[in-house]
């Protein structure tokens, strides 16, 4: 079925493009609040402040990279530069699979899991400020509800009903 075309000025008026333009804005501004705050109390970006979660949550704080850049949604270029400043700070270590040399691991360091601990009261401790100010308990489970509907893996299925 041939695509149908639609006037530009008509699109941005529907409610799915509303809807799509107020989620990239939130997204944006909120990235940039977040990066900035933890960037200037913690000397983490908000991907090496995602990367160290993921892997303090992962079975022996190890994943491996690939799994990590799907995680965090990163290119394998990306979450090599990341995972390369990580290392450089000591928060994050490579190593290798006994069992297949060419499987690389990110393994977060005592350091690493330390750092996490202390940024993570200062990043929850916005989120709640912020989006308890905004929203209602009720409203934040509809939200939670709502966003939880749109597909989590860009190359998963497309949104069921």
Same mark, same amino acid.
């Given at each position: 079925?041939?695509?149908?075309?639609?006037?530009?000025?008509?699109?941005?008026?529907?409610?799915?493009?509303?809807?799509?333009?107020? @989620?990239?804005? &939130? +997204? #944006?501004?909120?990235? =940039?609040?977040?990066?900035?705050? $933890?960037?200037?109390?913690?000397? !983490? /970006?908000?991907?090496?402040?995602?990367?160290? @979660?993921?892997? &303090? +949550? #992962?079975?022996?704080? =190890?994943?491996?990279?690939?799994? $990590?850049?799907?995680?965090?949604? !990163? /290119?394998?270029?990306?979450?090599?530069?990341? @995972?390369?400043?990580?290392?450089?700070?000591?928060?994050?270590?490579?190593?290798?699979?006994?069992?297949?040399?060419?499987?690389?691991?990110?393994?977060?360091?005592?350091?690493?899991?330390?750092?996490?601990?202390?940024?993570?009261?200062?990043?929850?401790?916005?989120?709640?400020?912020?989006?308890?100010?905004?929203?209602?308990?009720?409203?934040?489970?509809?939200?939670?509800?709502?966003?939880?509907?749109?597909?989590?893996?860009?190359?998963?299925?497309?949104?069921?009903?």
């Amino acid at each position: 079925m041939p695509a149908q075309r639609v006037e530009p000025r008509v699109a941005r008026e529907t409610p799915e493009v509303q809807a799509w333009a107020q @989620l990239l804005r &939130a +997204h #944006s501004a909120l990235t =940039r609040r977040f990066s900035t705050e $933890l960037l200037t109390m913690h000397g !983490l /970006t908000l991907n090496g402040y995602e990367v160290l @979660l993921h892997l &303090a +949550h #992962s079975p022996g704080r =190890r994943l491996r990279r690939v799994d $990590l850049a799907e995680s965090v949604l !990163l /290119t394998p270029s990306g979450i090599t530069r990341l @995972l390369d400043g990580l290392e450089r700070a000591g928060y994050v270590s490579r190593s290798t699979s006994e069992q297949d040399a060419r499987v690389s691991y990110a393994v977060l360091t005592d350091e690493g899991y330390e750092k996490l601990r202390r940024a993570a009261p200062t990043h929850v401790g916005s989120i709640r400020e912020l989006f308890g100010q905004v929203f209602s308990s009720d409203e934040l489970e509809m939200l939670a509800e709502l966003l939880g509907r749109l597909p989590a893996d860009p190359g998963g299925p497309e949104c069921e009903p």
